[in-house]
């Protein structure tokens, strides 16, 4: 016959001891239903996420295509959209970029891996990677175009310079 366990439980208000199956029999079904997910989830090895979607979107032309499609195309086509804005004189707003009451900036040269921006009011020059665009729109009423970095524009007091500092993605994880 099997013998009955019993785990010692100390009340820490009363001091008094009694049988913890007791008082876990007592408990609420939601407080053991919740502790019980809660221990199987730590329980868990971690999953692998979905990874990169399968279509992406061509931040200079807009097209729906593969990964392995859009990587030969990519850099030819932002360069060709941001020399169309260049030839329009279209304003450029980068975004995400410190906050200021002047966010125009211009297209003032385009390389093979490098677009740069003069700021509209002080003539600072940002250089930008092109793959670092990650988004090109144009507002052709305000005569605007909006482009959004992978990183972020901004603005550094010590050298009173606009500044870009790419984000990490797309690179490899650090060791």
């Not at 053991?32 to 200079?60: D, F, S, W, Y």
């Not at 807009?62 to 932002?78: K, N, Q």
């Not at 003032?108 to 988004?135: H, M, P, R």
């Amino acid at each position: 016959m099997k013998q009955a366990e019993y785990f010692s439980y100390t009340c820490p208000h009363c001091h008094t001891s009694t049988d913890a199956t007791q008082v876990g029999a007592a408990l609420p079904d939601e407080i053991l239903l919740a502790e019980a997910a809660r221990r199987n989830g730590r329980k868990q090895r971690r999953h692998p996420g979905p990874g990169r979607p399968t279509i992406v979107r061509c931040p200079g032309c807009d097209t729906a295509m593969t990964s392995a499609e859009l990587r030969p195309h990519r850099l030819a086509c932002v360069r060709s959209r941001l020399q169309q804005i260049r030839r329009l004189s279209l304003r450029a707003r980068l975004t995400p970029k410190d906050p200021d009451p002047y966010p125009d900036f211009y297209i003032t040269e385009i390389s093979d891996a490098e677009v740069t921006f003069s700021k509209g009011s002080n003539d600072n020059q940002v250089t930008v990677d092109l793959t670092k665009v990650a988004e090109i729109t144009i507002d052709h009423q305000g005569k605007i175009a909006h482009i959004r970095v992978l990183g972020h524009v901004a603005w550094h007091e010590d050298i009173q310079r606009w500044r870009f500092a790419p984000s990490r993605i797309g690179r490899p994880p650090l060791n």
